[in-house]
């Protein structure tokens, strides 16, 4: 059993949902990166994705593409992100996801980052904009280390969207809640319990559902529904408006507002 199952499998045990925790990996730098996993783990989140910065964000709303801009322009790598995996990952247990685009991880090449991220101690990986479809050969690479290719599902995704993504995905399924880009939202979509009850009837891995979760209050509206929630887009706000221990302060204190209220 890798750290994700094991995750997933102690919180069923406890009748808890999930709390999946989202920053871009290098925003403001690295070494703030290394520093905020921990701080979230003891902050409450579950699992951490890190986001891994492009150019091109087209899935992101302008928080996280600002986040994107910031962590590139501070000289952010992805041999970077994954050596600061590696330091985390000796003092920390908790599941690593890295969340981005394709482009980054087929320049550094399949097998090759493959091999570099699971040894680094990277969990899972999301790429955004790679259909499952068309994921063969990274997921054969993917497979070989024990790496879980996650992928994402949303309001629209067919019966058959459905299946290919319980067939191949592997750790847990990234249930998008609305159409559009990342960012906050003011509600929650008034027929996503009948969406996530659809979806999660046809799967077995673990759903966690994303996108748009901003307060305590949809967090926990959202987790009655699924498995577990992702919540992206409020936290990345904070690393715009503070820093140094302010910034501490505040992203300790969402994050423990997030997880009692699931």
Do not use: W
Request: glycine content about 8%; proline content about 4%.
């Amino acid at each position: 059993m890798d750290r994700l199952e094991k995750c997933f499998a102690d919180l069923k045990k406890q009748q808890a949902k999930a709390l999946v925790t989202f920053i871009s990996a290098g925003d403001p730098s690295l070494a703030v990166t290394e520093e905020m996993v921990c701080l979230l783990e003891s902050a409450g989140a579950d699992v951490i994705e890190l986001g891994v910065p492009f150019s091109d964000p087209m899935a992101d709303g302008p928080t996280i593409q600002l986040s994107s801009e910031r962590s590139l322009a501070a000289g952010t790598t992805l041999e970077g992100i994954l050596a600061t995996v590696a330091k985390v990952s000796l003092k920390s247990q908790v599941p690593i996801i890295l969340m981005g685009y394709l482009n980054p991880v087929h320049a550094y090449g399949y097998e090759r980052f493959c091999r570099d991220a699971a040894g680094a101690g990277v969990d899972g990986l999301l790429l955004v904009d790679m259909p499952p479809e068309e994921s063969d050969e990274l997921l054969g690479h993917a497979r070989s280390v024990g790496l879980s290719i996650i992928f994402l599902l949303t309001p629209t995704s067919d019966k058959a969207r459905i299946s290919t993504v319980q067939k191949l995905g592997r750790g847990f399924i990234y249930y998008v809640t609305v159409t559009g880009v990342t960012g906050q939202r003011q509600v929650v979509s008034e027929t996503l319990a009948h969406e996530l009850a659809k979806v999660m009837k046809k799967v077995k891995l673990p759903v966690m559902a994303g996108f748009g979760i901003s307060t305590p209050e949809q967090a926990a509206s959202v987790a009655a529904l699924a498995d577990g929630v992702v919540v992206g887009s409020a936290i990345v706000k904070l690393f715009e408006q503070f820093s140094g221990q302010k910034l501490k302060n505040e992203l300790k204190k969402f994050v423990s507002a997030m997880k009692q209220a699931i």
